[in-house]
Antibody, heavy 123, light 106 residues
Framework: QVQLVQSGAEVKKPGASVKVSCKAS????????ISWVRQAPGQGLEWMGW????????NYAQKLQGRVTMTTDTSTSTAYMELRSLRSDDTAVYYC????????????????WGQGTTVTVSS | DIQMTQSPSSLSASVGDRVTITCQAS??????LNWYQQKPGKAPKLLIY???NLETGVPSRFSGSGSGTDFTFTISSLQPEDIATYYC????????FGQGTKVEIK
């Protein structure tokens, strides 16, 4: 079955970096993109960015530009999201979602989601 | 950036009621709008794509309409399992979510 499986929970200190993985299975990885979405405790959904698994092109939310990097490893059908210079307000559940048609960010909706990875930033 | 404004932010309705949520875009987004349902502690689930298309397997009591800047999401007959937060999301220019509407049973 089509699924995305994310890495486990992380606890980080302010100023550190975190890298979350998202392993895809059950579909042709390079035919879609991956969006990353986060949700702070008790808050709504925030889109962080998108990467094409076809050609590696990225689009990032303006507020995270310079702190976030999204990559893929097509040999293992895995997407990665790295967030640097962590702050307490980065504490959230981070989701990956299959998104876009591989070339165009809006080419397909977010129809398959990972289970979420809790990232806690605390001194 | 395109801003998405949902209303209301929360609502309480009885089982069997018709529930309507609106989503307004800050600029014309054609029909580039999706709707998601999120239950507590779970990942969001796609319900409606391209403003009015029902995702496979989603009950027909869910529907969406609209184009341009004004969109509507409707549950024709509210069921207990529909208790959740609902989000609209535009994809005309990058991606943006609305702030969410929490639906509760009265």
């Amino acid at each position: 079955q089509v699924q995305l499986v994310q890495s486990g929970a992380e606890v980080k200190k302010p100023g550190a970096s975190v890298k979350v993985s998202c392993k895809a299975s059950g579909y042709t990885f390079t035919s879609y993109g991956i969006s990353w979405v986060r949700q702070a405790p008790g808050q709504g959904l925030e889109w962080m960015g998108w990467i094409s698994a076809y050609n590696g092109n990225t689009n990032y939310a303006q507020k995270l530009q310079g702190r976030v990097t999204m990559t893929t490893d097509t040999s293992t059908s895995t997407a990665y999201m790295e967030l640097r210079s962590l702050r307490s307000d980065d504490t959230a559940v981070y989701y990956c979602a299959r998104s876009g048609d591989g070339v165009v960010i809006g080419g397909a909706p977010m129809d398959v989601w990972g289970q979420g990875t809790t990232v806690t930033v605390s001194s | 950036d395109i801003q998405m404004t949902q209303s209301p932010s929360s609502l309480s309705a009885s089982v069997g009621d018709r529930v309507t949520i609106t989503c307004q875009a800050s600029q014309d987004i054609s029909n580039y709008l999706n709707w998601y349902q999120q239950k507590p502690g779970k990942a969001p689930k796609l319900l409606i794509y391209d403003a009015s298309n029902l995702e496979t397997g989603v009950p027909s009591r869910f529907s969406g309409s609209g184009s341009g800047t004004d969109f509507t999401f409707t549950i024709s007959s509210l069921q207990p399992e529909d208790i959740a937060t609902y989000y609209c999301q535009q994809y005309d220019n990058l991606l943006t979510f609305g702030q969410g509407t929490k639906v509760e049973i009265k």
